[in-house]
Every structure is written in structure tokens, then in C-alpha cells.
Nanobody, 115 residues
Framework: QLQLVESGGGLVQPGGSLRLSCAASGSTLSIIYWKWYRQVPGKQRDWVATIDTHGLTNYVDSVKGRFTISRDNANETMYLQMNSLRPEDTAVYYC?????????WGQGTQVTVSS
């Protein structure tokens, strides 16, 4: 079965950059969309960015111009490049591989933006 593992989270100062990775193992042929979500305690899990199998990308307004989602098919890894980070970007970030009737989730990686 498909397994997703996030990495790259950590502590960064406001204005700094971080690159998150989501490594996939197993078959990814059923995946239609690859997505990043984030969640903070007491709030719902919010969608951040999507990339489809054609490379088309979409972002939530609050990260447009700062975040870039990409996927390396050869390495079966999805990335989220985060620049100009703000304290409000602090959250646990989750990657998702979305099939027609099932969503695969990683375990999450903590991103903390603070001085």
C-alpha cells in the first residue's frame, strides 16, 4: 500500500525559508491530486496547496507568492518550498495523496516560525 512520510519541518525565524518533503513508497498510480494541508491545535485541518498529475498547481490565497508545490516523479517525492515565512504559518504540515475514493496521509511534520 501507499505510504507517505513528511520531513523537513523545524524551527525557522520570520522571513526565513524551509522546504518540506513528502516521500511516497508503494504504488502512486491511483493518485489524482497531491496536496499539502496544515493544522494547528484547536483548528481544522486547512488545505494549503495542490498539484495534479499534469503539474497544474493551486494555492490558498495566504501563501500565494511565498510557497511553491512541486513533485519529482523520478524520486516519488513531493515538495513544499516555503519562503518569507510568517508566524501564522506555524502548524503541523501534512501531505496527502488523493485517489478517487481514498486519501492517503502522512504523519505530519511540525513547522514553527518564531523569533
Amino acid at each position: 500500500q501507499l505510504q507517505l512520510v513528511e520531513s523537513g519541518g523545524g524551527l525557522v525565524q520570520p522571513g526565513g525559508s524551509l522546504r518540506l518533503s513528502c516521500a511516497a513508497s508503494g504504488s502512486t498510480l491511483s493518485i489524482i491530486y497531491w496536496k499539502w494541508y496544515r493544522q494547528v491545535p484547536g483548528k481544522q485541518r486547512d488545505w494549503v496547496a495542490t498539484i495534479d498529475t499534469h503539474g497544474l498547481t493551486n494555492y490558498v490565497d495566504s501563501v500565494k507568492g511565498r510557497f511553491t508545490i512541486s513533485r519529482d516523479n523520478a524520486n516519488e517525492t513531493m515538495y513544499l518550498q516555503m519562503n518569507s515565512l510568517r508566524p501564522e504559518d506555524t502548524a503541523v504540515y501534512y501531505c496527502q495523496g488523493r485517489a478517487r475514493s481514498k486519501a492517503y496521509w502522512g504523519q505530519g511534520t511540525q513547522v514553527t516560525v518564531s523569533s
